[in-house]
């Protein structure tokens, strides 16, 4: 991440150490990820520890240490998309992605996620890519919900 962006926000903020989850937050909505060097800078700019800045982002589930892909295909586990045939579509999302749960594509293009229950189960087997859901899922679909993502060549 650019130092002069990260300079940006922590201005926004006035540099205030109570502020510290929303620059963190924001951070991550620029970058996608909160890298080390990032929260580095952060800690020093506005002399925070960096074990307190790294004990806030693993606290909050929706930061990312790892690397995240421009779109998050998250696919459910729970047990309504189970027994309709979730574990096959999975699969073939790892395939045709050649990623595995919790990896992101090496072009940044997608991370591939799992949830629980996304609260649809009549939809299911359900996976949901940038907030968009696509019920009734199966393998035969994945290519041509993957495509609509796909990087432009
Ligand atoms: S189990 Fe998949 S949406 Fe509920």
């Given at each position: 991440m650019?130092?002069?962006?990260?300079?940006k926000i922590l201005k926004k903020y006035d540099y205030k150490k109570s502020s510290l989850i929303s620059i963190l937050q924001d951070l991550q909505v620029i970058n996608r990820w909160l890298p080390q060097e990032t929260l580095k800078y952060v800690s020093e700019k506005m002399d925070i520890s960096l074990m307190d800045v790294y004990s806030l982002v693993t606290f909050y589930k929706s930061f990312s240490l790892?690397?995240?892909?421009?779109?998050?295909?998250?696919?459910?586990?729970?047990?309504?998309?189970?027994?309709?045939?979730?574990p096959k579509v999975l699969s073939e999302l790892e395939n045709q992605l050649g990623i595995t749960v919790g990896e992101t594509t090496p072009d940044k293009n997608f991370t591939l996620e799992t949830v629980r229950c996304l609260g649809a189960c009549a939809l299911g087997p359900?996976?949901?890519?940038?907030?968009?859901?696509y019920g009734q899922m199966?393998?035969?679909k994945v290519a041509s919900t993957l495509k609509k993502y796909s990087k432009k060549k």
């Amino acid at each position: 991440m650019k130092k002069a962006d990260i300079d940006k926000i922590l201005k926004k903020y006035d540099y205030k150490k109570s502020s510290l989850i929303s620059i963190l937050q924001d951070l991550q909505v620029i970058n996608r990820w909160l890298p080390q060097e990032t929260l580095k800078y952060v800690s020093e700019k506005m002399d925070i520890s960096l074990m307190d800045v790294y004990s806030l982002v693993t606290f909050y589930k929706s930061f990312s240490l790892k690397p995240r892909g421009k779109h998050i295909i998250t696919a459910c586990s729970g047990t309504a998309c189970h027994v309709r045939g979730g574990p096959k579509v999975l699969s073939e999302l790892e395939n045709q992605l050649g990623i595995t749960v919790g990896e992101t594509t090496p072009d940044k293009n997608f991370t591939l996620e799992t949830v629980r229950c996304l609260g649809a189960c009549a939809l299911g087997p359900l996976v949901v890519v940038d907030g968009k859901y696509y019920g009734q899922m199966n393998p035969k679909k994945v290519a041509s919900t993957l495509k609509k993502y796909s990087k432009k060549k």
